[in-house]
């Protein structure tokens, strides 16, 4: 971050504009609208710069700059045509260690101004550093299509609320809650949007007596890994937690999404090594959940795909706990999509089955005679250490051993690795491969190259896995 984001309050704080054109009076304007005590100095001033200086809303000094206008100022913004009349406005404004801006100089400025969506008290400032003022204007504009534009008197509204609300609930966490629940349904904006201002008092105060207390989870899909693949329900709920139980499957762009007050735990297993059982997840959901907080279970993939999600909820049910699922984008889809190879296909594969390398102690064993089938495609999710059994059953079983197969590591993030082969290089292919990684074995694969991305940049057909080997 070049930038750290603040508002500054400057109500009454004496602040100087050096220039007297169109670009300084959109400056003062600014100022202004912020309450500012503005002082300009220029040899000459725009009309409108006049006609606020002569309506007592701004100072004019008319002469060209001189250190001493800086004396007992707070904020200085140079934006004069001239470079070496900004330059030395900054170097004395450094100083005397004022924050100085200097319009189209991000080099000479210690601090710049962002494009501004004004829904007052809702202020959003966006800024590019200096690096694309366009790109960032253009983002505004996009933001203030979004933005309803009662969004400021449902900002006041609750402010002036605020000090009931904090003699009702005198527990932090609870109030926050409070404010999540009315804000969320869209009840309170829309009375506010119609002008029904006594309606959304009463409303505010009837919700002071609902039940806010008891707490929720909620088991979410992250997807296969690419931040991007999350659903919005997903991205929501994880900005709302309290607290977040998460896999190592999860990754740390996606835990930079989570809201950054929230309890970040990982309950992560991979083979073999099991930093916290199933059973005490399951019972840190229950936990924490009747502590009154809201818990989001965040999974690599679907909950309900070999995310045992039907366990956990199972817990939840037992306990009376409320709770909710939000799929994610499993692995199957996400992966093969990146790696180019469609699940099914009306010449290759009718159906696509999905099963798992790690069944459950004394579970049931895997209908290989019917996962052999040709003309369908076989996903197995966790398969690397059962690569060998995997191999031996199916070609038992009749799948030919030149069934193409492709593993998938990483799948969908930056670093995805995919192997293509043959059914009876399958040993051969997962010797290599270390953590998360997706087999996909049927005709389909074969398309994997076929179905290239197409990258508009070079107009021509490419990988979109700079590290896709075949090893045919």
């Known amino acids: 971050m070049d930038y750290l984001p603040i508002f500054a309050k400057l109500e009454n704080r004496p602040c100087l504009v050096v220039g007297g054109g169109e670009i300084a009076l959109r400056k003062v304007n600014l100022l202004l609208k912020a309450g500012a005590d503005v002082t300009v100095c220029a040899p000459q001033f725009h009309d409108q710069l006049l006609e606020k200086a002569e309506a007592k809303q701004l100072k004019t000094v008319q002469h060209h700059f001189t250190a001493d206008l800086l004396i007992g100022k707070w904020l200085v913004i140079a934006a004069t ?7 030395q406005v900054a170097d004395a404004a450094n100083e005397l260690q004022l924050l100085v801006n200097v319009v189209d100089a991000p080099q000479l400025s210690s601090f710049i101004m962002p ?8 202020i959003v400032a966006i800024s590019s550093g ?14 203030e299509t979004l933005l309803p534009m009662h969004l400021g008197r449902l900002a006041a509204i609750s402010g002036e609320f605020r000090h009931r609300v904090k003699k009702v609930i005198k527990n932090v966490s609870l109030r926050r809650r409070y404010w999540e629940k009315l804000f969320a349904n869209g009840r309170l904006g829309a009375l506010l949007e119609k002008g029904q201002t006594d309606n959304a008092i009463k409303l505010m105060e ?11 989870v909620a088991l979410v899909g992250a997807g296969p890994g690419d931040p991007s693949l999350l659903t919005l329900k997903a991205l ?32 992560g297993k991979h083979a073999g090594n099991h930093e916290v059982t199933q059973s005490r997840t399951n019972e840190m959901l229950v936990e924490y959940a009747r502590q009154g907080k809201k818990v989001v279970r965040l999974k690599g993939g679907d909950p309900f795909i070999f995310g045992r999600g039907g366990e956990e909820l199972e817990e939840l049910v037992e306990a009376g706990i409320a709770f909710q699922v939000v799929p994610g984008i499993t692995a199957a889809s996400g992966c093969s999509a990146y790696a180019g190879i469609p699940l099914t296909h009306r010449d290759f594969s009718q159906s696509v089955t999905f099963v798992t390398g790690h069944c459950k102690q004394g ?22 250490i059962q690569s060998s059994e995997i191999q031996t059953q199916l070609l038992r079983f009749g799948r030919s051993k030149d069934t193409p197969v492709a593993l998938i590591n990483k799948g969908t993030c930056p670093d995805q690795h995919v192997l ?13 491969m270390q953590g998360p990684t997706l087999m996909i074995i049927g005709e389909v694969v074969n398309l994997a190259n076929k179905l290239a991305w197409f990258n508009p940049e070079t107009n021509q057909k490419t990988s979109r896995d700079p590290f896709l080997v075949n090893l045919n």
């Not at 045509?81 to 330059?87: G, I, M, P, S, T």
């Not at 049931?364 to 966790?382: D, F, G």
């Open 115 to 122: 494009s501004i969506v004004d829904r007052s008290p809702i």
């Open 363 to 384: 579970g049931k064993e895997l209908n290989w005679q019917a996962l052999s089938v040709s003309n369908q495609t076989l996903v197995v999710y966790m398969g690397l």
């Open 420 to 432: 293509l082969g043959k059914l009876s290089e399958l040993v051969q292919l997962s010797a290599g």
């Open 130 to 143: 200096g690096n694309a003022p366009v790109l960032a204007r253009l983002i505004r504009e996009r933001l």
């Open 206 to 216: 009837s919700s002071l007596t609902e039940d806010i207390v008891s707490g929720e």
């Open 81 to 87: 045509d001239q470079k070496l009349v900004n330059k």
């Open 236 to 267: 929501q709920l994880m900005q709302q937690a309290d607290v977040v139980l998460y896999d190592r499957l999860v990754s740390a762009e996606i835990l930079d999404l989570v809201r950054r007050d929230a309890d970040l735990i990982s309950v």
